[in-house]
């Protein structure tokens, strides 16, 4: 009896000195990485990656606005010159005939924009209901073109227009534009400003949304005035967005999957402290209300993290991410109206990770200290299956502390995994800590990411570890996490923002960063070379056979620029202008491929109903020619141009 008992007081202390130590453990490690800033750090890093997320939609959007929907200066100088022709002369003071002779180049711009709509408005002549002669097409699909024009309706202008181009019109169609409060902006502000301020190709202007005619869709407009040769302000010309097609260009679901909020466009207009929330979809006018206005209160400086205020409406907390868009430059008139992004995101959504992180910690020292209690009744079976559970609940976030004091480490049990560290570095680094600094700098070659992130290649492919010091001074203590997903997500948001959405090669704003780069680095200046390519009778093929052939031969002719210089950097720089950078290639290899691009470019054309052809000029960076990239590339321009007169003769 004396045996069993003593042997049951044994197990039960030893039971006991495994609880207390275990909870210690529990409760000293939870304590460690609190106080190491886990939650703070992984809160942080969620701002961070929304933050990354509307940026890049931001990035693209701006581009989309600044780069695609706006490109038709050509269309505005074919229209301004017309006006001071001998036929334009001819109608001044006749807008309905004016308009009619200009029709087809207006149509023209909204195939070539691909917005839902496009205007010319003339300037009052004499009129005193306050409406202006205007012509107003409407797109209700920009992204399929037809040569029956069926998916075009005419909003505003003279009835002979519509009926001679064969276009419809709406119940909603006006012979005039009827000015009121409203409408007025779009066409007044970029009018009065041109009268204010002379010929300027500042003068754009965004209004924010407004409704053309009463009862008609909400819309966002592009305008700017257009001069004749002395001078004088002739008219504005513009596109149209709508807002239900804006927002295809940001989707919801990029953010939030299931009752997403989305994104929303701000403006706030500096002359009147007016502020406007952009809204489309139920839940979004839910949150704006009546009001249109969205009140905000500042939570994370660095991401431009805020809370919604105004939730009363829907009961649930909201956080934002405003990134304010660069539609103006600066010194320009229209610069104080100011556009912003806003991404949503509930709160719990957004901080899931990070709460997920506290509750394990939570149901960790919870889940130790009520085992403190079942293992005093059970026996060591429920040490396995307790260790079991311990094993279960790691998390890709470590920590270590390095004493001024002590030559040890002191490292979580996720430390090892996180830095491939092997059983015998493990070792030797817990015992010294030289060792493990030692060890630590060796990475500080392979950073990449940022500061603090880490690339290591392992035999399980890439991995990028950030290693975060919560002190500088002893002890030091640091976090290490595995941002992988984030590195990898970010990389693609920039692979997106840098590609052409027709081609998959690098678009303009790639190939101005690579010059960017390069005169930033003079010392990789020499070297440097360029091919220029243009496609031959682009704009025909456009107007004989349509827009999806259009596209067609400039895939077809991407591919092929592509195939006759492998490896070779290649950027869509306009409709129908291509640069390849011809870095460490030489002459011959450059003759090569031009000659290889020419056959593909015959082979393709013979097999086609139209003919196809590539132009093409090359220049290499030469001291005793160029003083600068730019000579380079205007003698590669130069070549490209005597190319492309030799091939129309």
């Not at 809370?307 to 009363?312: A, K």
Request: charged share 25%; glycine share 8%; with cysteine.
């Amino acid at each position: 009896m004396d045996r069993k008992f003593r042997s049951k007081s044994i197990a039960f202390k030893l039971t006991i000195a495994f609880v207390v130590s275990l909870v210690l453990q529990s409760v000293l490690l939870v304590s460690f990485m609190v106080a190491g800033g886990v939650m703070e750090q992984a809160e942080a890093n969620q701002y961070r990656i929304f933050a990354e997320k509307v940026k890049g939609r931001r990035n693209n959007l701006e581009n989309q606005m600044k780069n695609v929907w706006t490109n038709f200066s050509h269309h505005t100088d074919t229209i301004s010159r017309y006006f001071d022709s001998p036929n334009g002369l001819e109608y001044q003071g006749q807008p309905d005939r004016m308009l009619e002779a200009l029709a087809p180049e207006v149509l023209d711009a909204l195939y070539d924009t691909k917005t839902t709509g496009v205007f010319l408005i003339l300037p009052d002549e004499g009129e005193t209901d306050g409406s202006l002669a205007a012509l107003y097409f409407r797109n209700n699909n920009p992204d399929r073109n037809s040569s029956q024009n069926e998916n075009l309706y005419m909003l505003i202008g003279p009835w002979n227009v519509a009926e001679k181009m064969k276009i419809s019109t709406t119940a909603n169609w006006n012979f005039r534009l009827e000015v009121n409060e409203e409408n007025r902006d779009f066409f007044q502000k970029p009018w009065s400003a041109a009268v204010e301020n002379g010929r300027s190709k500042w003068l754009g202007y965004w209004s924010p949304p407004f409704q053309v005619n009463e009862g008609d869709e909400d819309v966002i407009t592009y305008s700017v005035p257009l001069f004749g040769q002395d001078g004088r302000v002739l008219a504005v010309f513009g596109v149209e967005i709508s807002v239900s097609y804006l927002y295809r260009f940001l989707p919801a679901s990029e953010l939030q999957t299931g009752d997403s909020y989305g994104y929303v466009i701000g403006y706030r207009s500096q002359q009147d402290k007016k502020e406007t929330a952009v809204t489309y979809g139920a839940l979004q006018r839910q949150l704006a209300g009546q009001d249109r206005k969205f009140e905000m209160e500042l939570k994370d400086k660095e991401n431009s993290i805020y809370t919604l205020l105004n939730t009363d409406r829907t009961g649930r907390k909201i956080n934002t991410c405003v990134n304010r868009m660069g539609m103006y430059y600066h010194n320009t008139p229209f610069e104080g109206d100011e556009w912003y992004l806003i991404g949503l995101m509930e709160e719990p959504v957004l901080l899931q990770f990070p709460r997920r992180i506290g509750q394990i910690l939570e149901y960790s020292l919870v889940l130790s200290m009520a085992a403190g209690l079942i293992i005093a009744v059970f026996t060591s079976q429920w040490f396995a299956r307790h260790a079991k559970l311990i094993e279960l609940s790691e998390l890709p976030v470590g920590a270590f502390e390095i004493s001024g004091r002590s030559s040890k480490v002191l490292m979580t049990s996720q430390i090892p995994r996180l830095l491939r560290l092997t059983k015998e570095q493990e070792h030797l680094f817990s015992r010294d800590k030289d060792e493990f600094i030692r060890f630590l700098k060796s990475l500080a070659s392979h950073r990449d990411g940022g500061p603090g992130v880490i690339k290591m290649d392992t035999a399980e492919g890439t991995r990028w570890i950030k290693i975060t010091c919560k002190t500088a001074v002893h002890p030091i203590r640091c976090v290490v996490e595995d941002v992988t997903d984030e590195i990898l997500e970010t990389k693609a948001l920039k692979v997106e923002r840098d590609r052409d959405g027709l081609t998959g090669v690098g678009n303009r704003l790639a190939y101005e960063h690579m010059l960017q780069h390069k005169n930033s680095h003079p010392e990789e200046i020499p070297g440097s070379g360029f091919l220029m390519c243009d496609l031959n009778d682009l704009k025909g093929v456009n107007d004989r056979f349509g827009h999806d052939k259009g596209d067609e031969y400039i895939r077809r002719s991407a591919d092929i620029i592509r195939e006759a210089f492998p490896g070779a950097p290649l950027f869509r720089i306009g409709g129908d202008e291509f640069v390849v950078q011809l870095d460490g290639l030489g002459q011959e290899q450059v003759t090569r491929g031009i000659l290889a691009m020419e056959r593909a470019v015959k082979a393709y054309s013979d097999g086609n109903v139209f003919a196809a052809g590539i132009a093409a000029g090359y220049a290499f960076f030469d001291p005793g020619k160029d003083v600068s990239l730019g000579s380079t590339l205007a003698r590669a321009d130069t070549y490209m141009y005597r190319k492309k007169h030799k091939m129309k003769h």
